[in-house]
């Protein structure tokens, strides 16, 4: 199916159409939070970022062992020497935090969109706490080797990676703290016009959203299903390894659910698309960007992945700020959504940011001088601080959504399957030999054709292993080898698809001596 859209075919002016209202036309611009059902475009000024303003201490993480009940539980202790001190980490898996059926979308260099459910590592992303410290977290993946995620002991943030090319287990140790002196005030442009068109577009939706009950809105967790877009120039930041993509993002959502996970909110990350052969939205500001997004998201994106909220990574800079998302619409399919900028490669600061614009979404506003939450910042801050704990402000706030979330009030774990299953809709679902979208799409596409079978002379349409409608020949190497503990995969000769990603694994016993890591996904 063809997906892509041109910039210019892009209206700033909403089709009310798609949102149930017919003959109607809206245009979205700054937002306004009022009495807590309003929205207000937020931002998260840039200058200020975290940053390292120490030099790394090294450090050689060593194994503890003989505490068996701990063990029993599911629990690893490990020992780290930094900051004059000595350390006592414990960590366990962390189990949950994406669909165990988990859709990855790609796009096919004709521009057909492609679904995936690609084989995920899931006994890598670790979670814990620091011994001594009933306030400190711990959030660490071993996917690639040693540790590397973020350590809060005592109100100060750590971040902690291996050291490049080392034999014996070295990881570096950062402090990350922000620069007081360089922090800009938030920036926002508001006017009364503009607050009274969110009033009428919100009175529907508001309306509907207020019939759900206070009853048992803090009795047990609540599930956030999030769905991540990724942009053309992130990917080519990474190579266009889609592997690695994957990997970033998963990394990012285990930060997320660890900075939520006093709240009782489970994220759970259930569909990821990559616009791999070009952006299907572009704009040349954030305000623009994340109204074009909320609308593609509005008639793509929700028809095949079901999401409370859905955010768009982009590695571009605008200006001063680092996100933006809209306040108090988790439970809004057409503005359920923010846009993240990651520029760089320090996904413990990503997270953050990501964290700290899904709370807009939640209902969130800035902190002010009366919120704390024991350290000099708090995550909801209008300036980036490092600092992943929320306010007592944010909680109060999250008190009122679970007012009107009915999406965050499920009773057990998502389901596996999160799509409209029909010919037509771009995706193959069971049953179909190809998809190729519309009645003008599908006369675009050599190999599918309407009616989701495939063209006479063609045995394929997508995949790996598909060029010009036919399955390339066994021996064909579909997916190179990403470092020295990656394999690379060979089309079978039968098969559209490529073979799963395959890894050498390494994996040390549970006795193993003290400076051993746990598993991991690939060796280093």
Request: net charge negative; aromatic share 8%.
């Amino acid at each position: 199916m063809q997906l892509r859209q041109r910039a210019s075919s892009l209206d700033v002016l909403w089709d009310m159409v798609a949102m149930g209202e017919p003959g109607t036309h809206m245009r979205i611009s700054h937002l306004h939070l009022w009495l807590g059902m309003l929205i207000i475009l937020s931002t998260w000024p840039l200058t200020g970022h975290a940053q390292h303003t120490s030099l790394p201490e090294v450090v050689i993480p060593l194994r503890v062992t003989g505490n068996r009940t701990m063990w029993a539980m599911g629990w690893l202790t490990y020992s780290l020497n930094f900051g004059s001190q000595r350390h006592v980490i414990y960590m366990k898996i962390k189990k949950f935090f994406m669909s165990r059926h988990l859709s990855v979308f790609t796009y096919t260099d004709q521009g057909a969109l492609h679904k995936d459910q690609p084989f995920v590592q899931k006994d890598c992303y670790y979670h814990g706490y620091i011994d001594g410290d009933p306030e400190s977290m711990v959030a660490l993946t071993t996917c690639l080797g040693g540790f590397q995620g973020t350590l809060q002991i005592n109100g100060t943030v750590y971040e902690i990676k291996p050291k490049n090319l080392s034999s014996t287990f070295e990881h570096l140790v950062h402090k990350i703290d922000s620069e007081e002196s360089q922090l800009l005030p938030m920036r926002c442009a508001l006017t009364e016009e503009e607050i009274s068109r969110q009033m009428k577009l919100q009175e529907n939706d508001n309306h509907i959203l207020m019939q759900s009950s206070y009853e048992g809105w803090w009795t047990h967790k609540h599930f956030l299903n999030l769905a991540l877009v990724v942009d053309q120039e992130r990917i080519r930041y990474l190579n266009g390894n889609l592997s690695r993509v994957l990997m970033e993002l998963l990394m990012i959502v285990h930060v997320i659910n660890k900075i939520y996970h006093p709240m009782d909110v489970e994220v759970v990350l259930l569909g990821v698309e990559m616009w791999n052969e070009g952006d299907q939205v572009t704009a040349t500001t954030i305000m623009d960007l994340l109204n074009h997004f909320c609308h593609w998201k509005n008639v793509s994106l929700n028809k095949r992945v079901q999401n409370d909220i859905a955010h768009l990574f982009v590695k571009r800079r605008f200006g001063i700020y680092l996100g933006l998302a809209y306040v108090g619409t988790v439970c809004i399919p057409f503005l359920n959504c923010g846009v993240d900028n990651l520029v760089g490669g320090n996904l413990v600061h990503f997270g953050h940011i990501t964290a700290h614009e899904m709370g807009h979404n939640l209902g969130m506003i800035h902190d002010d001088h009366t919120c704390t939450c024991g350290m000099q910042a708090c995550l909801m801050a209008e300036t980036d601080n490092g600092v992943p704990k929320f306010s007592n402000c944010s909680y109060a706030a999250l008190f009122k959504t679970y007012a009107f979330a009915n999406c965050l009030h499920k009773e057990k774990k998502p389901v596996s399957k999160y799509k409209l299953e029909l010919c037509g809709n771009g995706v193959v679902d069971d049953g179909e030999e190809c998809d190729c979208g519309s009645s003008k799409m599908c006369v675009k596409d050599p190999c599918c054709r309407e009616g989701c079978t495939l063209k006479y002379g063609a045995a394929c349409a997508f995949g790996l292993c598909c060029k010009d409608c036919q399955i390339m020949a066994s021996g064909a190497v579909c997916r190179e080898a990403d470092n020295e503990c990656d394999l690379p995969e060979w089309c079978n000769g039968e098969s559209h698809e490529c073979p799963n990603d395959v890894y050498l694994r390494t994996k040390p016993s549970v006795s193993a001596s003290d400076n051993e890591e746990p598993s991991s996904n690939v060796s280093t």
